[in-house]
């Protein structure tokens, strides 16, 4: 899949064949389609009762593979920019890239994301340069991406808010018809499994269940609410509170790419069809901090750690491609060079942002400005120029 494709299209070529027979789910709480040694697996009968299943040409997978190392590779330099003092802060994504490049690739061009403040891999697939959320980060600016033209709403701070502003899109969505068929629209929220004790989360839940909105709530559960560990969160597995609301629920193995793209598809695709909201609980492990102010030694042990990096979401799709053959040594070093290049550009352009003179924090707060507004420009523009010639 080639970076910018953001509906995970299917491409034409030849295709990897089955792996092994079809089976049920051995864990009957998770959907996987790839497991942690890298063994594929052709199909799985979710609990939900749905049949989960890809079907990739050799180079979709190839495509993947890559996307999961860019990212990856990005994200590691956005925090080594941030310990130098690049950025003011930074929130990595370490070891949640299958969750996010998986559902990312899931979306078609017309449906609509909704992120938190780490959704990058989300943001690659949708064909967002990725140096957008580091001018955020760094305080040049408020981010900077069109969410009309790339269907990607700005990134929110606010723990659980999107949720909402989600919602709210997704019922406009069905009030104007866009429902119902192939090409109807669908919404997708991001957030953490910390964020399911807010409020806004849950009257999300209550609204998207009640007017039956085309939505799909994808709960990153990477273990940790910053500090807190899943067990102070919750005494039931997060998806099993959907039906609460009234609507389904489903866990998937988060560090599973295939099964994350193909649960994310079908909760999509039902969503468009007018079959409401669904959440999908992405059962996966946060590797870094919460964010660069985090230390994550103080709550957890370095087992635990290690545990998880034996469930890599990359070391499975690299060890499937090379038991099946789908890609040699050539491959994977012409991967990491990109993402060694792409990786030096991205800050290369970082240093290069130019500091923005105080006074633009006014330019974009109202689309048409306003007197007030004006006002209080002037007055911080008269502050400002108070300082010339003076010893200050």
């Known amino acids: 899949m080639a970076k910018g494709d953001p509906g995970g299209t299917p491409t034409r070529g030849r295709r990897a064949a089955p792996r092994s027979k079809k089976r049920a789910a051995g864990d009957p709480d998770l959907v996987q389609l790839l497991t942690p040694e890298g063994e594929r697996i052709d199909s799985v009968i979710g609990p939900d ?24 590779k990005l994200d590691a330099e956005a925090t080594a920019l941030q310990r130098q003092g690049e950025l003011g802060i930074w929130a990595s994504l370490l070891g949640q890239e299958a969750a996010q490049v998986g559902s990312g690739r899931a979306l078609r061009t017309q449906d609509m994301a909704f992120p938190t403040y780490r959704e990058h891999g989300v943001l690659y697939c949708r064909g967002i340069d990725p140096i957008m959320p580091l001018g955020l980060f760094r305080g040049v600016d408020q981010g900077g991406w069109d969410p009309n033209e790339f269907k990607f709403n700005m990134y929110t701070i606010v723990i659980g808010a999107q949720t909402l502003h989600a919602t709210g899109y997704a019922m406009g969505i069905t009030m104007d018809g866009k429902t119902g068929t192939e090409d109807g629209e669908a919404v997708i929220a991001y957030f953490g499994d910390g964020a399911t004790s807010q409020g806004d989360v849950n009257e999300a ?21 910053i500090s807190e560990p899943l067990e102070r969160q919750t005494r ?13 629920g489903i866990r998937v193995d988060g560090n599973d790419v295939l099964a994350t793209y193909a649960v994310t598809r079908t909760a999509l695709d039902n969503a468009r069809h007018g ?3 669904s ?13 660069t102010s985090d230390d994550p030694t103080r709550y957890r042990i370095a087992s635990e750690v290690e545990a998880w990096q034996a469930k890599d979401p990359i070391a499975r799709v690299r060890a499937f491609l090379e038991k099946q053959q789908i890609a040699d040594a050539a491959f994977f070093t012409e991967v990491d060079e990109q993402a060694r290049r792409e990786s030096v550009h991205l800050r290369e352009r970082v240093l ?11 330019d974009h ?3 048409n400005g306003s007197p007030l507004l004006d006002e209080q420009r002037a007055q911080f523009s008269r502050y400002m120029e108070s300082f010339e010639g003076s010893a200050h």
């Open 49 to 72: 009762g749905i049949e989960y299943r890809v079907d990739f040409t050799d180079e979709e997978y190839r495509g993947l593979y890559r996307d999961l190392v860019l990212v990856r």
């Open 205 to 225: 839940f209550v609204w998207a269940g009640v007017f039956n909105a085309p939505m799909v709530f994808f709960c990153q559960n990477n273990q940790y609410a």
């Open 236 to 248: 039931i597995p997060l998806y099993q509170r959907a039906a609460g609301f009234g609507f389904p």
């Open 275 to 277: 079959q409401g909201p």
């Open 279 to 291: 959440l999908i609980e992405a059962y996966t492990y946060r590797m870094g901090a919460h964010t």
């Open 352 to 362: 290069a942002m130019p500091n923005p003179e105080p006074v633009t924090m006014f």
């Open 365 to 367: 707060v109202y689309p």
